[in-house]
């Protein structure tokens, strides 16, 4: 285990992965998000900007949960993420919908769990004949 300082109130923390936040400050944060859905929920096509004045989140920390496909912004001018593939605007999480499945495609076998969500789905959805039809 690692003591480090926590980055939200410099207190010493054992330190074990992911974001440099200690326990109480995770919680807090926890708290902020569900604060911030409800703001978004509540606002129809809120900006980012508005989102981080009025909820008091910095903009790194909203950009952090849309990574994480935890916020999704509607808005289009505003949500300035591009697909880290092909450079389109995406509204959530790293690449956009036409790269993620191309990636998911090439990528999935190497995850079990895709593995068992897209043979499901292959089955219930694709009809047979695309396999045998050139
Ligand atoms: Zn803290
Ligand atoms: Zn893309």
Redesign the pocket.
Known sequence: MEVRA?S??R?L?NYLAGEV??P??KKKQETKFQEVRNYIDEHENVTMKQVSEDCEVTMSQIENWIREERLHVEDEENAYFYCENCGKTVHSGRYCSMCKRQLLNELGDALGMNKVQKRKKRKKDTPRMRFIRR
């Open positions: 926590c939200g109130c207190r923390f936040l200690c109480e400050c």
